[in-house]
């Protein structure tokens, strides 16, 4: 088993705290297994990282499902503004929410959601999903059909429907049901929620 010499501990540390290498890369770029790495390490009290460091090195290098788009009209920067107050008000929002969410039935707020998704942030289109939410009385094809064409998302990307039976006829009606935009990709849903924060900080004091 190759060894590292101890007059390379500063290129060690190097490597694992500041370029933030793994343990088998960093014996790559050496030259040896890992285990002289570890041993290496180990000898010489070099802290390991925690396992909740090396999963935020991870998410920090996963490369974005999205590209966030250049506000050069007022169009664009209007649209931004629009789609972040809705998802301040509509969207699902929690500290561990790994995942884009917008919730509503109204046809109009969905369509300014997914063009705002689409010519803000670049999404991937095959990254795009919907859930219907409809009672028992509707026809969930019918309206599977009808927001595939206003959203332009495929019915293949539409997730199983949530279909209500224990409803009250005289309750609130919902011509088109209801569905969820989601996009799955908790970077995304943490540069909306910077973007939010942002024009939180600046209006409410």
Not at 39 to 61: A, P, T, V, W
């Amino acid at each position: 088993m190759g060894r590292i010499d101890i007059k390379r501990i500063d290129e060690v540390k190097n490597l694992y705290n500041k370029d933030q290498l793994c343990m088998r890369e960093i014996g790559e770029r050496l030259g040896v297994p890992i285990d002289a790495v570890i041993y290496f390490m180990r000898k010489n009290g070099l802290k390991r990282r925690s396992f909740s460091e090396i999963d935020k090195i991870r998410f920090d290098n996963k490369p974005l499902s999205f590209k966030i788009k250049k506000l050069d009209t007022k169009y664009l920067r209007d649209l931004k503004t629009i789609g972040l107050m809705l998802y301040w008000g509509e969207g699902y929002k929690s500290d561990n929410c790994k995942v884009v969410d917008l919730a509503n039935s109204n046809p109009d707020m969905i369509l300014v959601f997914t063009n705002f998704l689409r010519k803000i942030y670049g999404v991937d289109e095959k990254r795009l999903r919907i859930y219907l939410y409809c009672h028992a009385n509707q026809d969930y094809k019918e309206l599977t059909r009808f927001w595939s064409k206003l959203t332009k998302v495929p019915e293949s990307q539409f997730s199983k429907p949530y279909i209500r039976s224990d409803f009250r006829e005289d309750g609130r009606k919902m011509e088109h049901g209801l569905v969820h935009v989601r996009y799955s990709d908790k970077k995304l849903f943490l540069e909306i929620m910077k973007a939010i924060n942002f024009y939180k900080n600046k209006y409410i004091k």
